[in-house]
């Protein structure tokens, strides 16, 4: 029988060489730069809040409580016999029934007219899928980081529900957050029936 012989297989580590090096190096920054990315994103969602106006105030609300926002144009709201003012009635939104809310009129001020920049704004899935908050109209994305945090004590408080801070912006512009999770959980709010 012939003898074989034995192969013996070089055990140095393979990381060794500049190329892989380099190439583990730029594998790492770009993780690196993964998670920051993501970080800021995050970051960046939590300070972040959609515009809208509600009659004359102004209001800041959560991305993650927010849903669908619907242009009420041409969409008919049914009313609801037997229901508050403030519960306009329901909208057929693609065969979903969604309760219309004016929370104007939830705080006792002058309900809002249904108007051309009037919109619906449906809540998250998670809050109260099958309810929506009319607007008067849509200003687009605010960061609360670039505004002034000031107190809620002005004798023009519209007394809403959720409230849970007011901010000034740099052109003056007073905006109160309103926290949809707060809102849901009133009892004035869940109580539509008169």
Request: hydrophobic share 45%; glycine share 8%.
């Amino acid at each position: 029988m012939p003898h074989t012989k034995d192969f013996v297989i070089d055990a140095a580590p393979v990381c060794d060489s500049p190329g892989l090096q380099e190439r583990e190096g730029l594998e790492q920054f770009q993780a690196s730069l993964i998670t920051r990315m993501a970080a800021s994103d995050n970051e960046s969602m939590r300070s972040r809040r959609l515009a809208v106006a509600m009659g004359e105030q102004h209001y800041l609300i959560p991305l993650a409580q927010a849903g669908e926002i619907v242009p009420l144009a041409g969409l008919p709201v049914t009313p609801v016999p037997a229901t508050q003012a403030w519960f306009l009635g329901l909208l057929n939104i693609r065969g979903s029934l969604i309760g219309l809310a004016d929370l104007m009129g939830l705080a006792e001020a002058a309900l809002q007219e249904i108007g051309r920049g009037s919109h619906a704004l449906l809540l998250a899935d998670g809050l109260a899928p099958h309810c929506a908050l009319l607007l008067s109209r849509v200003l687009g994305l605010r960061d609360i980081t670039e505004m002034t945090r000031i107190s809620k004590n002005f004798e023009t408080e519209i007394a809403l529900p959720g409230i849970n801070g007011r901010y000034k912006d740099n052109s003056g512009q007073q905006w109160d957050e309103l926290d949809l999770s707060q809102l849901i959980q009133d009892s004035r709010f869940l109580q539509i029936g008169r």
